[in-house]
């Protein structure tokens, strides 16, 4: 069977609804209203057998299992999900803007974002949202793949974490790696228990950030799924 493009994959995950609870850990306000958000699948859930033959006895297989089952993570054409392939620039702020179903779209001041790209509203909304900014370059890089570090930032800004300890980063050997704008984000991932150190006691700020790795980061921010639109504590 063909394998599936990323504007592919995106395009046909574009149909269910419902919404993400933020676990107490996540400082918002006492009540937060939370509309409907329009999840990354086909109408109906499921299963990991169905989508995926290549998660079995994966590290993450529960959290992707469990992202499946709620409709945020759907298989490619020929029936992988390929978690181990790093998630690029366009796919994970399509993913994030679509689960906190933003509306309003800002001016868009990308160069390298064309006005009818699969991913540009999804961009341009985030950007309204303040998950992501101008770095100064004028360029979004659609295609590039996230690293560990840009994540952090782009999750630290979605759900609005605060960080304590600025420097709980620095108990890993490669610290002075991190970029100095990504480093609160970093601290409050770690420090909150969101983001782990990997083996050799580092960070690895400037990995790429794999499918799964996403998919588990997701799993500790959010917590659960809500489909009904209401005010939620």
């Given at each position: 069977?063909?394998?599936?493009?990323?504007?592919?994959?995106?395009?046909?995950?574009?149909n269910?609804?419902?919404?993400?609870?933020?676990?107490a850990?996540?400082?918002r306000?006492?009540s937060?209203v939370l509309?409907?958000?329009?999840?990354?699948?086909?109408?109906?859930?499921?299963?990991?057998?169905?989508?995926a033959?290549?998660?079995?006895?994966?590290?993450?297989e529960?959290?992707?299992?469990?992202?499946?089952?709620?409709?945020?993570?759907?298989?490619?054409?020929?029936?992988?999900i390929?978690p181990?392939?790093?998630?690029?620039?366009?796919e994970?702020?399509?993913?994030?803007?679509?689960?906190?179903?933003?509306?309003?779209?800002?001016?868009n001041?990308?160069?390298?974002?064309?006005?009818?790209?699969?991913?540009?509203?999804?961009?341009?909304?985030a950007?309204?949202?303040g998950?992501?900014a101008?770095?100064?370059?004028?360029?979004?890089?659609p295609t590039?793949?996230?690293?560990?570090?840009?994540?952090a930032?782009i999750?630290y800004?979605?759900?609005?974490?605060?960080?304590?300890?600025?420097?709980a980063?620095?108990?890993?050997?490669?610290?002075?790696?991190?970029?100095?704008s990504?480093?609160a984000a970093?601290s409050?991932?770690?420090?909150?228990?969101?983001?782990?150190?990997?083996i050799?006691?580092?960070?690895?700020?400037?990995d790429?950030?794999?499918?799964?790795?996403?998919?588990?980061?997701?799993?500790?921010?959010a917590?659960?799924?809500?489909r009904?639109?209401?005010?939620?504590?």
């Amino acid at each position: 069977m063909p394998q599936k493009t990323s504007k592919e994959f995106c395009d046909t995950e574009k149909n269910n609804k419902g919404g993400l609870s933020m676990k107490a850990r996540i400082r918002r306000q006492a009540s937060i209203v939370l509309v409907i958000a329009m999840l990354l699948t086909l109408a109906a859930p499921v299963s990991a057998q169905e989508v995926a033959g290549d998660i079995s006895g994966h590290w993450a297989e529960k959290q992707l299992d469990k992202w499946i089952q709620n409709g945020i993570i759907c298989g490619y054409g020929d029936g992988t999900i390929r978690p181990n392939n790093s998630i690029n620039n366009a796919e994970f702020i399509a993913l994030i803007s679509r689960v906190f179903n933003f509306v309003e779209k800002a001016e868009n001041i990308f160069s390298d974002i064309p006005d009818r790209a699969w991913y540009t509203n999804d961009v341009l909304k985030a950007l309204y949202a303040g998950v992501i900014a101008d770095d100064g370059t004028g360029r979004f890089d659609p295609t590039a793949p996230v690293s560990r570090q840009k994540a952090a930032v782009i999750l630290y800004n979605a759900f609005r974490l605060e960080v304590t300890d600025i420097d709980a980063v620095s108990r890993f050997r490669d610290a002075s790696g991190i970029e100095e704008s990504c480093r609160a984000a970093l601290s409050a991932l770690v420090e909150n228990g969101y983001m782990v150190g990997k083996i050799g006691n580092i960070i690895a700020p400037a990995d790429n950030l794999a499918r799964a790795e996403f998919v588990v980061l997701l799993d500790k921010i959010a917590g659960n799924l809500i489909r009904k639109p209401g005010t939620y504590s």
